[in-house]
């Protein structure tokens, strides 16, 4: 059986001590609307840095620090879904997509590359304001229940992971899942609705010397789902991209 190490997602606990104030990457290329983000974030106490181009932002996000990313769509050098699919890889940093585009299947494309909200421009400050403050909330519960925290017992729906006793329950029924599987199973659960990518999940639950390829990760999300009772509703695939855990 693969050998597991242990996932190692401490790096993406947000740098701020509290959820009020928070280390914020804005990444627009339009001059004007970057600045006037920049000042109107640090109003609320934020510290707010200022980025023009996807390399230089996903160069920022790897240096480790940032709390939350508002991502322009169109960016030169490497567009918006480009930063987020390369970021993703190895980060959980939460991340809010601007659009100028605003069509269903931009949202649909851009929640798939792995943002976890969106807005339409024009950009209303007062409803940035609101968004960034509930996903900092959001952010922060997760982190608390993060596995690489360890100890704490994750509910998702009728999913109950403990990973002290390394016991796993589905609507009261125990769970008899590998250690892999059980990874697999507590990372879906601290992040439920978040969908991770098959070289994410690659990168954290194997170790570099495996030969493992993204058919080895459908593999065993097959085995998982069968364990969890159901084809895939509750492991749900996000084609082209990976898996997410649906919580109803
Ligand atoms: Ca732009």
């Avoid at 980025?51 to 490497?78: K, N, S």
């Avoid at 879904?81 to 949202?107: F, N």
């Avoid at 997760?142 to 999913?159: E, K, M, S």
Wanted: hydrophobic fraction near 45%; aromatic fraction near 4%; include cysteine.
């Amino acid at each position: 059986m693969a050998k597991v190490s242990r996932p190692a997602i401490a790096s993406a606990r947000p740098a701020a001590e509290h959820v009020g104030v928070a280390n914020i990457l804005v990444v627009e290329d339009e001059p004007d609307l970057n600045a006037l983000l920049c000042e109107q974030l640090a109003k609320d106490g934020h510290r707010i840095t200022g980025v023009f181009d996807g390399i230089e932002a996903v160069r920022r996000i790897d240096a480790g620090g940032i709390d939350l990313v508002l991502l322009d769509w169109m960016l030169p050098l490497l567009d918006g879904p480009g930063v987020l699919r390369e970021v993703r890889k190895r980060s959980l940093v939460p991340v809010i997509m601007l659009t100028a585009r605003g069509t269903d299947l931009d949202v649909v494309d851009g929640l798939e590359a792995g943002a976890d909200d969106y807005l339409a421009k024009p950009v209303h400050i007062r409803v940035l304001r609101a968004r960034i403050a509930a996903m900092l909330r959001r952010a922060g519960a997760t982190d608390r229940l993060h596995p690489a925290n360890g100890a704490l017992v994750i509910g998702a729906g009728n999913i109950r992971v403990d990973p002290e006793n390394r016991f796993a329950e589905r609507a009261g029924r125990e769970l008899e899942l590998t250690p892999l599987e059980f990874e697999l199973l507590h990372l879906f659960c601290a992040n439920p609705g978040r969908t991770f990518s098959r070289d994410f999940l690659l990168e954290r639950l194997w170790s570099d010397d495996e030969d493992v390829s993204a058919r080895t990760v459908d593999t065993h999300i097959q085995r998982l789902r069968k364990k969890l009772g159901d084809a895939d509703t509750t492991l749900q695939t996000v084609w082209g991209v990976g898996y997410r855990l649906r919580v109803s």
